[in-house]
């Protein structure tokens, strides 16, 4: 086990959510979940996260914003959508104004619907996001690792089934 | 001996030659092979005398004296006239009264006064005179080509760089002059020939504020050319007319006023509080102008003649004095050094800063302190020197002296922006020269046991930090793209800046044996000044500062600029941007996208703290301080209880 | 200081200070936790972290920045070795503030604002408290009669007994010195609205590490300097020093839960304030007594 996932650091960012999840982001980090048990820190700086937790939908006012971030974080770094907006546009999906869902912007690894998302559910999809990070990890040691832009992004949350947290399935780690 | 005639000629006839002078095509050769000369004259002086002990010379020549005299006359005429032409009578009252003073003391009490050494050469003279030689002549060379850009920029003016050139060399053979005087009287002419020379270097430009300035200059310094005067008088009148035995009475009963005014001439000219302001006012000549009155020259005949008298200082009142107004200038001219956003005036309040530093070395006038304040001279000159010729082409090609404006110089100007960075780390940090002497200053005070100066001195030091370390990160900040501008950087600047890096390295790395061989020898000299008991003998400085950590020092710095060499730079990892939130744009500029959509511009300014330590806060309540100091010591002096009564 | 006591404390403060450090930071976050009703990270926590900042990919906003950081850590381990070595505590005082002067350098570098902010603030800090520390080792020097840090070994009681208010007012520093609340303003936990990171915004990867491992000799090194006020010649010596520098570094961490974050006149103000009057009084009755 390496020390890439003894210390997940996050950074968290809110595309126009309604604050439910992101409430429930924080409440992670209380006494009462206490995720630093695991070694995660809240940074608020992309350059020293692992972990992009989102949530919201994203509209066209900060879908760059979302890129600019996901592309400032350094590899291996992981993506997690959370709370059902983030996930697949929740209530909002057919709106005029959002794109629906995270995965419409940047590549998603993990998606953890709710509303509000449980912080039982995020912690839950960030140890997902670890084995994740992991593989992404040894990938990048080996000179394998295909480093996702942006645009690379692939839609996969139509998998989601009974609100379970689940791993993307489209995801493409190594190259070859 | 002829070494000393030469240097003293040599720049006499070649300011003789270039005032006649006009084409550029002429006078660059005669300027780089005079230079060229006088460093040669300083080397071969310095291989004779650098590491000897004192010398002296009866010249014993009335030619000379009389000579003196006359361009004692000529110079009161010439302010005198000035004066009266440009509404400033106080000036002209001053050059009145002072060449009265001269012309009667030569005539009558000079007269009856025998000398049996005019002229002396000991390790600190040379040291002082390779300074002048190196540093002032380099300075001449870089002025070259920087005044041809700044005629180019100022075509409306006339052209007036043969009388430039002119007084430059003048200056340099009136500090040759001053620094191998033993004679009190010649001292004085040579004083004063320096502080006309500044007197037209400042005013060169001719508009309205560098004449103010320059008469704010000639008076102030008049002061003390007045309390010079009446020095001599006081002294002719009492049969002593040589430095050397002056220093030899020291500061007990009958040489307590005399060495009291003398330090007042001094602490004028080395622009201490409340002089201050006539260096600042300084600034509004050309660069090169500031670089000489800053490094080599003018200031620096100031301290040099502190440096001198201080072994006639310690615990008496005229010590107290001095120490005083050092400590004084050094802590409050640190903390307005913050609040200035103009390079040039950064420099010159750090050049009054560490001067005051310098006197306060001096008034405490121990061995180790005068060892610090010999390496403060010494580093001051060639770091302030480099510094100033760097700001001077920075100038030219970013076409402003703030520092504001510097931003991102370090690509747009990336060898100037080095060397610059290079002048102010050996300003300010370890294992730079500076710092080593500051150390030194530490030690000794701490030794002496004067709490107001331990305080001034930390205080003073973490102000220090504070205004070059925020500078020194404009200089560095780097963006990836950005044009070089360094193109139209002339030959003569590159050399004189070059030459100036060398010679900061080469005293930095060399200083363990500097101190070793040339001015722990020359402070041997002053044993018997110490009271015993008291203070550590001279041999102890080795002791205290150790000869392993200078070595250390110097080391470090071999090791730091090897790794700068090797490692700098070529990093081989990916660039990325910067984070600006999320929304940035440009990171050139620093743009972002704004909530408005558009685009905006971040911009960031260093901080100046000015309600805290600006000028307004702080000069004039130490202004008034320093002229109480200043005016308490003299009358202390005058009523004769300079020496031994504080102990 | 010899050339056996210099490699002896290269080797020494080396190896053995990341190992204190890395504990004494671990211990940290534990205690933390722990006063705010949380479990807290493992004790091994702040090494994870450095693992894991090694592993990441090699970026840079340019190429300057690492060799700044470097330089920095380079600084601090040679302070470090030269106390330990007993040689000149000026000294060692100089090259830390080279130290913390390269780490200001290399966040100016980057151009960053953020960073920027952080520098600034950061020369803030070090003009608050480089006074007492200046003071604190002309102090030093009037009650040893030495600059040799290895002189306090031979003294026949330790020096706190003479320098009592030098001692709190270095306390009092000390706090700005490890970047701990009230005085974490130019590199903060808790400040991402404002700040991000400070200082080491534009840090990432391999370089923060650096900057971590730098912190970590830091910290030993300034924890020494209390233990500095309490060692005489005698083993039990050491000891008191150890213990009292944990009980420091315990009231360090109480501190940094209690208080809120200050502004930079405050801090200014307070650390002049407490350095003027303390050590002015300290050395004054120290000068009379002796």
């Known amino acids: 086990m390496s020390s890439t996932i003894k210390s997940p650091w996050i950074i968290h960012y809110d595309a126009s959510s309604c604050n439910g999840c992101d409430i429930e982001v924080l409440a992670c980090l209380t006494p009462q979940y206490d995720v630093e048990r695991f070694g995660i820190i809240n940074t608020g700086n992309p350059k020293h996260a692992d972990i992009l937790l989102v949530t919201g939908s994203v509209n066209e006012r900060n879908i760059n914003v979302v890129q600019q971030i996901y592309e400032q974080m350094l590899e291996p770094k992981v993506v997690i959508a959370c709370g059902i907006c983030a996930t697949t546009g929740g209530i909002f999906k057919e709106c005029y104004n959002t794109l629906g869902g995270i995965d419409k912007a940047i590549p998603v690894d993990v998606y953890a619907p709710g509303c509000a998302v449980r912080p039982e559910a995020i912690i839950d999809a960030v140890v997902i996001g670890l084995g994740i990070l992991e593989q992404k990890r040894t990938a990048l040691e080996q000179g394998k690792l295909v480093s996702e832009k942006s645009a690379d992004c692939v839609t996969a949350a139509d998998k989601i089934v009974d609100g379970q947290t689940v791993r993307a399935a489209a995801l493409k780690i190594t190259k070859g | 001996m002829a070494t000393i005639g030469l240097l003293v000629v040599l720049p006499l006839v070649a300011a003789a030659a270039l005032f006649f002078i006009r084409k550029d095509s002429v006078r660059t050769p005669v300027v780089i092979g005079s230079a060229a000369l006088i460093m040669l004259?300083?080397?071969?002086?310095?291989?004779?005398?650098?590491?000897?002990?004192?010398?002296?010379?009866?010249?014993?020549s009335d030619i000379i004296t009389y000579a003196t005299l006359l361009i004692d006359v000529v110079l009161g005429i010439y302010v005198f006239v000035k004066g009266i032409k440009h509404g400033v009578p106080f000036a002209s009252v001053l050059a009145g009264i002072q060449t009265v003073i001269v012309v009667v003391f030569e005539l009558?009490?000079?007269?009856?006064?025998?000398?049996?050494?005019?002229?002396?050469?000991?390790?600190?003279?040379?040291?002082?005179?390779?300074?002048?030689?190196?540093?002032?002549?380099?300075?001449?060379?870089?002025?070259?080509?920087?005044?041809?850009?700044?005629?180019?920029?100022?075509?409306?003016?006339?052209?007036?760089?043969?009388?430039?050139?002119?007084?430059?060399?003048?200056?340099l053979s009136a500090m040759f002059a001053l620094v191998f005087s033993n004679n009190l009287a010649w001292l004085f002419c040579a004083w004063e020939v320096t502080t006309v020379c500044s007197f037209v270097l400042i005013g060169y430009t001719r508009t309205e504020e560098a004449i103010q300035n320059s008469f704010r200059q000639i008076v102030m310094n008049m002061l003390g050319g007045l309390a010079f005067a009446?020095?001599?008088?006081?002294?002719?009148?009492?049969?002593?007319?040589?430095?050397?035995?002056?220093?030899?009475?020291?500061?007990?009963?009958?040489?307590?006023?005399?060495?009291?005014?003398?330090?007042?001439?001094?602490?004028?000219?080395?622009?201490?509080?409340?002089?201050?302001?006539?260096?600042?006012?300084?600034?509004?000549a050309p660069t090169p102008t500031s670089a000489l009155l800053h490094s080599s020259t003018m200031v620096k005949a100031g301290v040099f003649l502190l440096a001198k008298l201080s072994p006639a200082f310690g615990w008496n009142f005229n010590g107290m004095m001095v120490m005083l107004i050092g400590g004084l200038t050094f802590l409050i001219c640190a903390f307005v050094a913050i609040s200035q956003s103009n390079a040039k005036r950064v420099l010159a309040y750090s050049t009054v800063s560490n001067l005051g530093l310098i006197c306060a070395c001096a008034g405490v006038g121990t061995p180790e302190a005068m060892w610090a304040a010999i390496f403060l001279l010494l580093f001051h000159a060639v770091a302030k020197s480099l510094l100033f010729l760097c700001v001077g082409t920075a100038e030219h090609h970013i076409g402003s002296r703030d520092i504001e404006a510097m931003d991102n110089i370090f690509v747009r100007l990336p060898t100037i922006a080095r060397f610059m960075a290079l002048g102010m780390l050996c300003m300010f940090i370890a294992p730079f020269g500076m710092l080593v002497s500051k150390w030194a200053t530490i030690v000794s005070i701490a030794d002496t046991g004067n709490i107001v100066l331990m305080l001034i001195l930390a205080f003073g030091s973490a102000a220090t930090f504070m205004f070059w370390a925020k500078w020194l990160g404009k200089v560095l900040a780097v963006s990836q793209n950005s044009p070089d501008l360094e193109k139209g950087v002339y030959k003569s600047e590159w050399f004189a800046i070059g030459f100036m890096a060398f010679l900061v390295l080469f005293c930095s790395v060399a200083f363990p044996f500097i101190s070793e061989y040339v001015v722990v020898p020359y402070l041997a000299q002053f044993e018997h000044f110490i009271f015993p008991g008291l203070l550590p003998a001279w041999q102890t400085i080795s002791a205290t500062l150790g000869f392993d950590n200078l070595l250390i020092m110097a080391i470090l710095v071999l090791a730091i600029l090897l790794t700068f060499g090797a490692f700098f730079g070529r990093s081989k990892k990916r660039l990325v941007n910067v984070y600006m939130a999320g929304v940035g744009v440009d990171p050139e500029k620093r743009s972002y996208r704004n909530s408005l959509s558009g685009v905006s511009e971040s911009s960031q300014r260093n901080w100046y703290l000015e309600d805290w330590f600006g000028e307004k806060a702080l000069l004039p309540m130490s202004n008034i301080i320093g002229i109480v100091v200043l005016v308490v010591g003299?009358?202390?002096?005058?009523?004769?209880?300079?020496?031994?009564?504080?102990? | 200081m010899t050339v056996l006591s210099f490699v002896i404390a290269l080797v020494g403060f080396g190896l053995v200070a990341p190992i204190v450090g890395c504990l004494l930071a671990g211990l940290d976050r534990k205690i933390t936790a722990r006063l705010q009703g949380r479990v807290g990270p493992p004790i091994l926590q702040p090494y994870y972290d450095v693992r894991k900042l090694l592993a990441k990919d090699n970026v840079s906003v340019n190429h300057f920045q690492d060799f700044y950081v470097a330089m920095s850590l380079f600084m601090a381990i040679l302070a470090g070795v030269l106390f330990f070595a007993g040689g000149n505590f000026l000294l060692v005082v100089f090259i830390i503030t080279l130290s913390t002067l390269f780490l200001i350098v290399a966040a100016y570098s980057s151009r960053s604002p953020f960073a920027e902010i952080g520098a600034e603030r950061e020369i803030i800090q070090v003009m608050s408290y480089e006074p007492l520390v200046i003071l604190m080792t002309i102090a030093y020097f009037l009650a040893v009669r030495s600059f040799d840090v290895s002189a306090v070994l031979t003294l026949s009681q330790p020096i706190i007994i003479s320098l009592p208010l030098v001692f709190v007012a270095f306390l009092f520093v000390l706090t700005i010195k490890l970047r701990k609340s009230p005085f974490d303003l130019s590199y903060s936990h808790h400040a991402h609205q404002e700040l991000v990171k400070g200082i080491t915004t534009e840090m990432s990867g391999r370089t923060l590490?650096?900057?971590?491992?730098?912190?970590?000799?830091?910290?030993?090194?300034?924890?020494?300097?209390?233990?500095?006020?309490?060692?005489?010649?005698?083993?039990?010596?050491?000891?008191?020093?150890?213990?009292?520098?944990?009980?420091?570094?315990?009231?360090?961490?109480?501190?940094?839960?209690?208080?809120?974050?200050?502004?930079?006149?405050?801090?200014?103000?307070?650390?002049?304030?407490?350095t003027l009057v303390f050590c002015t009084v300290n050395i004054v009755v120290l000068m009379i007594v002796s």
Not at chain 2, 41 to 60: D, N, Q, R, S
Not at chain 2, 267 to 282: C, H, V
Not at chain 2, 635 to 647: K, V, Y
Request: proline share 1%; charged share 10%; aromatic share 14%.
């Open chain 2, 230 to 284: 009446i020095a001599l008088v006081y002294l002719g009148s009492a049969g002593i007319l040589e430095l050397d035995k002056l220093i030899n009475l020291g500061a007990v009963g009958l040489a307590a006023f005399p060495i009291a005014l003398l330090a007042f001439a001094g602490l004028t000219k080395a622009a201490q509080i409340p002089f201050q302001s006539w260096l600042l006012g300084a600034m509004v």
């Open chain 3, 209 to 274: 590490a650096m900057v971590e491992v730098t912190h970590w000799y830091e910290n030993v090194l300034f924890m020494s300097w209390v233990g500095l006020f309490l060692v005489w010649g005698s083993w039990i010596g050491v000891l008191v020093a150890i213990i009292v520098a944990l009980a420091i570094y315990f009231l360090e961490i109480l501190i940094d839960n209690n208080f809120a974050r200050v502004k930079w006149q405050a801090m200014l103000k307070w650390s002049w304030l407490v």
């Open chain 2, 634 to 647: 003299i009358a202390l002096a005058f009523i004769n209880l300079g020496g031994g009564a504080l102990l």
């Open chain 2, 108 to 171: 009558t009490v000079a007269h009856g006064v025998s000398i049996d050494n005019d002229i002396y050469i000991d390790s600190l003279s040379v040291m002082m005179a390779m300074i002048i030689g190196f540093v002032g002549t380099g300075i001449c060379i870089y002025a070259l080509g920087y005044m041809r850009v700044f005629q180019e920029q100022h075509k409306d003016q006339e052209d007036r760089r043969h009388i430039f050139f002119s007084i430059f060399f003048l200056f």
């Open chain 2, 41 to 60: 004259a300083c080397v071969w002086l310095a291989i004779g005398h650098l590491t000897g002990t004192m010398e002296f010379y009866p010249l014993k």
